[in-house]
């Protein structure tokens, strides 16, 4: 696409704030990774050897449930303010958060490494304070998530072009800054140690919020306005905070069930769990479990995961590339699926490639980097063609509950049932490859098991799983389920405007739409397209699990 052409759809205001947006989310990502980078390093050092991985399992899965409970926490305000002043204060808050590391590390005799000679000095605080620690800032976290997923909507309008265009931008741009965070977070652990490397997160963070305020009053016309007035002053007036909060984890809570209930019974989505679900697990897995597992035991080097991360970064960025160069060909996500499935078993090479790594050499660590990059390529075109799909095939599906959608419910289920999944097998295989280095005093033995064979499980079940829908017997179908109509297969040919989407079931969640029969209103849309969906025109109240469901 020209530049001119892709600038020339915007209006001068919306590229403003275009601008803003994507350096404030780069800034964002930037400390993003130095934090987490540094955490799991931390963990994997100061974690005794005989229960590191079984706590860093734990440690992860915890964080990500919390940044639930940061999205069932936030809804309510983002509905009552400004969305740029929500969002530049939680990401204040997150920063604030970070801090405390920093912090109780040096008010415990903690040192940088810089100042200590080269060598890691800890303070002597209590590793098991991470977990309180990291699930507050996980709550933090997805506040920050939830909200970075509304704003688009709100800075384009309800036009699904200039969604997509925007969404596919910023997609690209933030695996950018994904990757060069990565990098940023090995030479800042390499000259603070892990324990001082994120103190560039906080100021980055700050950089983050005071470009995200510069964003214009947000909002399409003085209707539009005076509709949020009206919304707000009813959803507050008579309705305190924590009624909202409460409100929005029963809705979550119920959403999860129906969502379970829709897909399992479905053939046309009951693919979608090991689809989604297991394939988002080994996507994490492989970046917050091997990654570190290698590093710490093999390389001897914690610092040397986010090496193997840059390379996973840089996978995904080519994944969103690839759907975009290949949206006309291929129009299901089932072949990014399939190739997802077999780049998984690209994790066979690592337990033989593990024997000939020599200690404290990064060039292995960049080795492994390119054996991730097919394999989180594949996850990234899978998952970012999937979430179109789902939103396509789900948004006209009427709900029997008036307080939550099929679309949201299907998504709370699927990430709820990827956060269990990984807080069960990230604790437990995280345990067995303690057991295992104590046994034998290495892991290879361990990454042949939670490597190679759960892999090739993972690409087993996901295969069959794109073998369930109708007409999917050939390798790029056209067309798969059989009430599938055009418009459907359109949408899904914009799979990264798919999170994007769903904002507007938070910042406008009385509006109509003719794709969404949720009640959250969708993006508007040229009015012959409009007659080919038949919904129920009844107005439903703002489901909170809409845009929570969608942190994954």
Not at 11 to 23: G, L, S, T, W
Not at 257 to 276: D, Q, S
Not at 361 to 371: D, E, K, L, Q, T
């Amino acid at each position: 696409m020209a530049s001119g052409s892709y600038w020339g759809s915007f209006a001068p205001r919306e590229r403003r704030n275009i601008i803003i947006y994507i350096i404030g989310i780069m800034f964002y990502k930037l400390g993003l990774e130095s934090f987490n980078g540094g955490i799991v390093s931390l963990a994997a050092d100061r974690f005794t050897a005989a229960n590191a991985f079984g706590k860093i399992g734990a440690l992860t899965g915890l964080n990500q449930a919390m940044q639930v409970i940061g999205s069932i926490l936030i809804a309510p305000l983002v509905k009552k303010f400004p969305t740029r002043s929500v969002l530049a204060t939680a990401i204040f808050v997150f920063g604030s958060i970070t801090i405390l590391f920093l912090i109780i590390d040096a008010a415990t005799g903690g040192k940088p490494r810089i100042a200590n000679g080269g060598q890691l000095h800890y303070g002597t605080w209590n590793p098991n304070a991470l977990f309180p620690l990291y699930m507050i800032s996980g709550i933090s976290y997805g506040m920050v998530e939830l909200i970075r997923r509304i704003i688009p909507r709100d800075i384009v309008g309800g036009d699904v072009q200039k969604l997509r265009k925007m969404d596919a931008i910023v997609h690209i741009l933030y695996e950018v800054a994904g990757t060069g965070g990565a990098l940023l977070s090995v030479k800042m652990i390499k000259i603070f140690g892990n324990n001082f490397s994120f103190l560039i997160t906080p100021p980055l963070f700050v950089c983050a919020g005071l470009t995200w305020i510069c964003i214009d009053k947000l909002g399409h016309g003085e209707e539009s306005e005076k509709e949020e007035g009206e919304e707000d002053e009813r959803s507050f007036g008579s309705v305190d905070y924590m009624y909202s909060v409460t409100i929005g984890a029963k809705a979550f809570a119920r959403s999860t069930y129906k969502g379970a209930i829709i897909c399992f019974a479905h053939r046309k989505f009951i693919w979608l769990l090991p689809g989604y679900s297991f394939a988002l697990y080994g996507h994490r897995y492989l970046e917050n479990a091997i990654s570190p597992a290698i590093a710490k035991r093999i390389m001897l080097d914690s610092s040397y995961s986010q090496i193997m991360v840059c390379g996973s970064n840089l996978g995904e960025l080519f994944g969103a590339l690839f759907v975009l160069i290949t949206t006309t060909a291929i129009q299901t996500p089932l072949p990014f699926l399939r190739f997802d499935a077999l780049a998984l078993l690209i994790v066979w090479a690592l337990p033989a490639y593990s024997h000939h790594i020599q200690p404290h050499n990064a060039v292995y660590a960049w080795r492994i980097a390119a054996m991730f990059m097919p394999i989180s390529m594949g996850w990234a075109a899978g998952d970012v063609s999937l979430a179109a799909f789902i939103q396509a095939s789900l948004a006209r599906m009427e709900s029997s509950d008036s307080q939550v959608s099929a679309l949201g419910s299907v998504m709370a289920f699927l990430y709820s049932s990827y956060i269990i999944i990984y807080a069960i097998l990230g604790s437990l295989l995280g345990t067995y490859i303690d057991k295992v280095f104590t046994a034998d005093g290495n892991i290879y033995r361990a990454l042949v098991n939670i490597g190679g064979v759960q892999f090739t499980v993972l690409c087993a079940i996901i295969i069959a799983a794109t073998l369930t829908p109708r007409g999917a017997l050939h390798w790029n179908p056209s067309l798969i389920n059989e009430d599938a109509k055009p418009a459907d297969v359109e949408l899904q040919r914009g799979g990264e405007d798919a999170q994007t989407q769903h904002s507007n079931h938070l910042r406008h969640p009385h509006q109509r739409h003719p794709h969404d029969g949720t009640g959250g209103g969708g993006h508007s849309v040229h009015s012959e397209t409009s007659t080919e969906s038949v919904v129920d025109n009844k107005e439903k109240p703002i489901r909170t699990t809409d845009i929570g469901a969608m942190l994954g």
